[in-house]
């Protein structure tokens, strides 16, 4: 499908057989979702514009680079949150924005609880961190409140994505990039990713 990325690269298919395995504690969960995060990251801004500058080295003058964009991280809580730092360390200057959705267990849509975005977007890029992509309803979503928020550049990256996510995000908002380590087979009559990693804040927070 246009506009999906699983990732290719062995570091990213093994680190996520690693967080799949059901003996994976809390710790080596957060370090493996912080380590995916920056891979993925890495790979979903290729494209990212930027800006010949001229700079002194030591030895002489040369031409360089600096990064056009303002970018802007989305980390939907919880599982969001792990993913922040990993993306982070690669783009310091980048600004953290939350957006709070938990997803109503009987109906699985999802429901909104935090969003402090500002009036008038401060950034040109919005990332959105979030590990699982499921139903699709929350990165539905969440593109949609960025967008209403006035950014059209959009990119989800995600950690493990279901086909009926893929195909539901992709659907309501095909300019948006969907970059994952791995496609799984379908959702379960709950609604979980199979075979997955269930469920990916519980795993990460230890709750
Ligand atoms: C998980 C996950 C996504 C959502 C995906 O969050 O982090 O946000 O489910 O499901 P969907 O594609 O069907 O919308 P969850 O609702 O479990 O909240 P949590 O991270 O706070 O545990
Ligand atoms: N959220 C999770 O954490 N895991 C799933 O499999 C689906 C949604």
């Known amino acids: 499908m246009k506009n999906v990325f699983p990732s290719p690269h062995p570091l990213v298919s093994t ?3 690693l967080l799949r395995d059901v003996r994976t504690e809390p710790k080596k969960f957060r ?11 890495y790979e979903a801004t290729l494209d990212l514009a930027t800006q010949d500058i001229e700079l002194q080295t030591p030895l002489a003058m040369t031409q360089g680079k600096r990064l056009l964009e303002r970018i802007g991280l989305i980390p939907v809580l919880r599982a969001g ?9 690669l783009m310091p200057s980048a600004e953290v924005w939350h957006i709070g959705l938990y997803r109503d267990e009987r109906t699985l849509k999802p429901v909104s609880y935090y969003n402090r ?4 977007p401060t950034v040109s890029v919005c990332l959105i961190l979030d590990p699982m992509l499921a ?3 929350s990165a539905v979503a969440t593109v ?17 994505a279901a086909p009926e996510g893929i195909e539901r995000l992709h659907n ?12 799984d087979e379908r ?3 709950h609604g979980y990713i199979l075979p997955g990693l269930g469920d990916a804040g519980d795993r990460m927070f230890g709750t």
């Open 135 to 137: 139903t699709g309803g």
């Open 31 to 41: 370090e493996l979702v912080r380590e995916l995060s920056a891979l993925l990251a």
């Open 144 to 160: 949609d409140i960025l967008k209403e928020w006035g950014v059209s550049k959009i990119k989800y990256i995600g950690i493990i």
């Open 187 to 189: 959702l379960n009559e």
């Open 117 to 120: 975005l500002p009036i008038e």
């Open 15 to 17: 680190k996520l057989s």
């Open 172 to 183: 309501a908002h095909p300019d948006v990039p969907i970059h994952i380590a791995g496609i």
């Open 81 to 89: 949150l792990g993913m922040v730092e990993g993306v982070w360390e």
